[in-house]
């Protein structure tokens, strides 16, 4: 069909809110680091910097892997709004 600018299932997303969730009880915002090479990767914690050193370490025990990927684990949260 030409001119069809509507998505083919339409779901009605206006009455909902959907925020990064920074209320007290939310999960904590993670960080690793996973190299991009082997795919290994670090424990994931709330200090980026932990990851940064075991990318060195990592790029130091494999001198040939450079090229990491940071992996950010951020809570979200949505609602109804309004009812
Ligand atoms: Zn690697």
Same mark, same amino acid.
């Given at each position: 069909? @030409?001119?069809? %600018?509507?998505? %083919? @299932?339409? $779901?009605?997303? *206006?009455?909902? =809110?959907?925020? +990064?969730?920074? *209320?007290?009880?939310?999960? +904590? $915002?993670?960080? !690793?680091?996973?190299? !991009?090479?082997?795919?290994?990767? @670090?424990? !994931?914690?709330?200090?980026? #910097?932990? &990851?940064? !050193?075991?990318?060195? %370490?990592? @790029?130091?025990?494999? +001198?040939?892997?450079?090229?990491?990927?940071?992996? =950010? #684990?951020?809570?979200? %949260?949505?609602?109804?709004? &309004?009812?």
């Amino acid at each position: 069909m @030409s001119g069809d %600018r509507q998505p %083919r @299932s339409v $779901i009605r997303f *206006e009455n909902w =809110v959907f925020v +990064p969730d920074q *209320e007290p009880d939310a999960e +904590p $915002i993670t960080y !690793a680091m996973q190299c !991009a090479v082997c795919e290994e990767q @670090s424990a !994931a914690g709330l200090d980026y #910097t932990e &990851g940064q !050193a075991w990318a060195l %370490r990592h @790029s130091g025990r494999n +001198p040939s892997h450079h090229t990491y990927r940071e992996l =950010v #684990t951020r809570p979200w %949260r949505c609602w109804m709004r &309004g009812y």
